[in-house]
């Protein structure tokens, strides 16, 4: 529109703590000038770098984002008939402010998962979205855009991660939640889905180191026979097993059995982790009662006619979501504090953890030379691929039995 120009300027009348100055687009409308703040602070330094010749980075991806401004503010200005401040100002904030920000969709997916129930999800997002939050403020910005979330910028929030002592594992975990939120964007029309940045050739999330977590058959025998000093180490010491014998189970889904899971023969249920997903994709895991799960049970179990009343009281049914997630969580510690004072007594070069009982019972079983179809279904896996992760190697005397066939030719 004639009359209207528009410009990005680095507005140096008022300094920030950090000695950065705000980035600002400027509207003249017949000699007035208006002032609309980008979320983003550079110093002079870094003002200069955007601009020079040849930008860099972080540098390169201000500059793209300052120019996507512009253009967006032009192309509102040409759209109206009059021009107006108020009108600019109202159509301009709609499109900078929220619905393109991947921060606030973050936002309004965590607060979705927490109306559903789903606290320990809501929890793992809030802490990734802190993350990354954290990491675009050290950039000067306030605010995450879709179209900035680039390779690069993935590849330099991995480095930032792991400059800081993060591992690879934490950073797999919040990128892919970060995945999640960009899928949602292009799902609502707020990234172009040819703009994706995961996947080959682009960005790749880095997996986890896949250390060892498997404990071999002695172990196993050497914990039933420990000698424990107090019921609440007994306690832990059972529910581990408790865990071991029935399919590596984890303590989310022993907290939840329930009575009416539990015939004179199995135990019955399906895992909390896949009971919203559609039932094609719902594992039933079935567990055969044996003598020791049965002892377990009778020992700790909390008598009840109702079938609907949890058996081991971990929880509540009058428990929130909230509740319900810290009294799992301090079940967990219990079991992990008492399970290292028990591997450290028999010098187990092993830390002893609820996973530990989840992997063993799966690596055991594949030494047993169980079928990995079958281990896999036993822990409710969706495919073979996620099975294959949490399966150990074998112990080095069956390797070595192994390997000494390659000269049986001897013995004949």
């Known amino acids: 529109m004639i009359g209207v120009t528009t410009a990005i300027i680095h507005d140096k009348r008022v300094s920030r703590k950090d000695g950065t100055y705000a980035i600002k687009l400027r509207v003249t409308f017949k000699r007035i000038q208006k002032y609309y703040p980008v979320n983003v602070s550079l110093t002079e330094d ?62 309004v997916y965590i607060d979705q998962l927490k109306e559903e129930g789903r606290v320990r999800t809501a929890s793992s997002y809030s802490c990734a979205m802190v993350s990354i939050k954290s990491f675009v403020e050290s950039k000067h910005r306030k605010r995450l855009n879709f179209w900035d979330i680039t390779p690069g910028l993935l590849t330099e929030y991995e480095s930032w991660m792991l400059k800081k002592g993060n591992s690879n594992t934490t950073v797999g975990i919040y ?132 079938p609907n009343a949890y058996v081991f009281g971990l929880i509540s049914e009058n428990d929130t979501p909230e509740k319900e997630l810290a009294n799992i969580k301090q079940a967990v510690k219990n079991i992990n ?38 281990i896999s279904e036993s822990l409710g896996h969706k495919d073979l691929k996620t099975t294959e992760n949490y399966l150990d190697s074998f112990e080095d005397d069956v390797k070595e039995s192994y390997q000494r066939q390659l000269l049986n030719f001897k013995t004949k």
């Open 46 to 107: 870094e003002w200069d770098k955007v601009y020079s010749e040849r930008p860099r980075k972080e540098y390169k991806d201000n500059l793209t984002y300052f120019n996507k401004v512009e253009h967006d503010a032009i192309e509102i200005i040409k759209s109206m008939p009059v021009f107006s401040f108020s009108s600019f100002e109202k159509k301009f904030n709609q499109g900078t402010k929220t619905e393109q920000d991947a921060l606030m969709v973050f936002k």
């Open 175 to 306: 990128l892919r939640s970060l995945r999640t939120i960009v899928n949602l964007g292009i799902e609502q029309n707020l990234m172009d889905k040819d703009s994706y940045p995961f996947g080959k050739r682009k960005y790749q999330i880095p997996a986890g180191k896949n250390t060892k977590k498997a404990l071999v058959l002695d172990d196993i025998k050497n914990i039933l026979e420990y000698q424990t000093k107090t019921d609440a180490e007994t306690k832990a010491r059972d529910l581990w097993i408790f865990s071991y014998l029935c399919n590596g189970v984890n303590v989310k889904d022993i907290a939840k059995l329930k009575y009416k899971n539990l015939s004179k023969t199995h135990i019955s249920f399906t895992r909390a982790k896949t009971a919203r997903s559609t039932k094609t994709n719902q594992k039933q895991i079935t567990i055969i009662r044996m003598p020791e799960i049965d002892a377990i049970i009778e020992k700790w179990g909390i008598e009840s006619d109702d």
């Open 337 to 374: 504090k008492y399970m290292k004072r028990i591997g450290e007594a028999l010098e187990l070069n092993l830390k002893l953890t609820t996973y530990t009982a989840r992997h063993s019972y799966a690596t055991i079983l594949k030494r047993s030379g169980a079928p990995i179809e079958f």
